[in-house]
């Protein structure tokens, strides 16, 4: 048997299983460390029969299996999902540009006449806005307004407004909500997928085994096939001397009709196992196994095992994947009641602006004012705002805590299937 230094999870000549894959596999310590191993190479088109060890197997069916990289991208889409959701807190930067023309006609004042005019003025605008991680939106503005006609004037006056929230929207917004769910997400696919490779580990070991006792079954059956035909030869000389009756050869055939059928039957088991083992090994290219045998290289061997019940019982709660899935599902409905209760409080905000103001018939002379920050401007002031129903809002929390008393159930429902299903197999 010859095999590459390919790492599993790094092929070139079939699909990869992701990174992620290879973390939740690191990630998972039902594993030994044998699956960690470089996998096996494929079966070369001329071979007929393939020799493998447990271990290849294993490798094998880690780096082939559909459902493990199927559900190993969950995961990755997971992540970036998650990244997306840092978009609120990227700042947006907004420039804009535009021309005012005002005609105004003759008027009269005191006795006097107004002539009329038009008056340019030339909007220039740049803005910088955003929101921070603990809730703070901020904007900093840079207009600037110029007067070409009847005058000439520049007045620009930048500006920085920040508003704090103080009860909704404080602790904890939908933003912040959402990562934190969708953090909780990622963790949970990546359980998933961790559940997934000891399936799939459990499946192929099985089929091994299986195929072992198949094979041994077929050698029990042929063997017995050889001993029902040497009584048959037997029984016929005996017929032809006159030592034994007729009807005694007749069932001596009878059994070895029935050991040949046997045999046959046993055969089909045979190889109804190597082609679950070839669907389990690499179902991407089944084509490469048509004409190859998977020959387990190893035996049976039953070693005896005497399992402590209560620490079988405190690993499973542990560790179990399933377990910590419902755990993770807690924590999700912990943070939804978080969120719905914040969303009760009305909202109060903290705002507050401040800037400089500037005005010269030269540009170089408007910014020079504006250095000596001679001319402040500057506000400051709080925004109350009492939702008088808040129906939708008291509904949502009153439904959150409804459907964490159902997690818990769940929770205690996946307790009790783990408890008797590892009370059964001790």
């Known amino acids: 048997m010859t095999s590459t230094h390919t790492?599993?999870?790094?092929?070139?000549?079939?699909?990869?299983?992701?990174?992620?894959?290879?973390?939740a596999l690191?990630?998972?310590p039902a594993f030994p460390a044998r699956a960690r191993q470089p996998a096996p190479s494929p079966p070369a088109a001329e071979g007929k029969i393939r020799l493998l060890s447990l271990d290849d197997v294993v490798q094998m069916a880690l780096t082939n299996n559909l459902d493990i990289?199927?559900?190993?991208?969950?995961?990755?889409?997971?992540?970036?999902?998650?990244?997306?959701?840092?978009?609120?807190?990227?700042?947006?930067?907004?420039?804009?540009?535009?021309?005012?023309?005002?005609?105004?006609?003759?008027?009269?004042?005191?006795?006097?006449?107004?002539?009329?005019?038009?008056t340019i003025v030339n909007n220039y605008a740049a803005s910088l806005t955003g929101t921070l991680p603990f809730g703070m939106t901020y904007g900093l503005t840079t207009p600037m307004q110029q007067y070409t006609t009847p005058f000439s004037l520049y007045?620009?006056?930048?500006?920085?407004?920040?508003?704090?929230?103080?009860?909704?929207?404080?602790?904890?917004?939908n933003t912040r909500?959402?990562?934190?769910?969708?953090?909780?997400?990622?963790?949970?696919?990546?359980?998933?997928?961790r559940l997934q490779m000891e399936n799939s580990v459990s499946s192929v070991k099985t089929a091994y085994f299986n195929l072992i006792a198949a094979r041994e079954n077929v050698a029990v059956q042929r063997a017995a096939v050889t001993l029902a035909q040497q009584l048959v030869d037997e029984n016929t000389?005996?017929?032809?001397?006159?030592?034994?009756?007729?009807?005694?050869?007749?069932?001596?055939?009878?059994?070895?009709?029935?050991?040949?059928?046997?045999?046959?039957?046993?055969?089909?088991?045979?190889?109804?196992?190597?082609?679950?083992?070839?669907?389990?090994?690499?179902?991407?290219?089944?084509?490469?196994?048509?004409?190859?045998?998977?020959?387990?290289?190893?035996?049976?061997?039953?070693?005896?095992?005497?399992?402590?019940?209560?620490?079988?019982?405190?690993?499973?709660?542990?560790?179990?994947?399933?377990?910590?899935q419902a755990k993770i599902n807690l924590e999700k409905q912990h943070l939804a009641i978080k969120y719905t209760?914040?969303?009760?409080?009305?909202?109060?905000?903290?705002?507050?602006?401040?800037?400089?103001?500037?005005?010269?018939?030269?540009?170089?002379?408007?910014?020079?004012t504006l250095r000596q920050g001679t001319d402040p401007s500057y506000s400051y002031g709080v925004a109350l705002t009492i939702p008088l129903e808040n129906t939708a809002a008291r509904n949502a929390y009153k439904s959150a805590r409804a459907t964490l008393q159902q997690s818990l159930l769940q929770l205690k429902k996946i307790e009790t299937t783990i408890v008797l299903a590892v009370d059964n197999d001790v």
């Open 341 to 368: 209760q914040n969303q009760l409080y009305p909202e109060l905000d903290l705002k507050g602006s401040y800037g400089f103001n500037a005005a010269s018939a030269m540009f170089g002379q408007a910014l020079d």
């Open 69 to 118: 990289l199927i559900t190993s991208y969950t995961p990755i889409l997971d992540q970036f999902a998650l990244n997306g959701l840092f978009s609120p807190y990227d700042p947006a930067l907004s420039l804009q540009v535009s021309r005012t023309f005002t005609t105004q006609p003759q008027g009269f004042y005191d006795g006097l006449t107004l002539p009329p005019y038009t």
């Open 237 to 324: 000389r005996k017929v032809q001397f006159g030592a034994m009756a007729p009807l005694d050869q007749r069932q001596a055939e009878s059994q070895a009709a029935s050991s040949q059928s046997d045999l046959l039957a046993a055969q089909l088991a045979q190889a109804v196992q190597e082609n679950t083992l070839r669907s389990l090994l690499d179902p991407l290219h089944l084509d490469e196994w048509r004409d190859v045998t998977p020959v387990p290289a190893e035996t049976l061997l039953a070693v005896p095992e005497n399992p402590d019940l209560s620490a079988s019982l405190r690993t499973a709660i542990d560790s179990r994947p399933e377990m910590l």
């Open 155 to 173: 007045t620009p006056s930048p500006s920085m407004t920040l508003t704090q929230p103080i009860l909704k929207n404080s602790w904890i917004d």
């Open 177 to 193: 909500y959402q990562i934190q769910l969708s953090r909780k997400t990622l963790r949970n696919d990546l359980l998933a997928l």
């Open 26 to 28: 690191f990630f998972c």
């Open 7 to 23: 790492p599993a999870f790094a092929k070139t000549s079939r699909p990869v299983l992701p990174a992620l894959a290879l973390a």
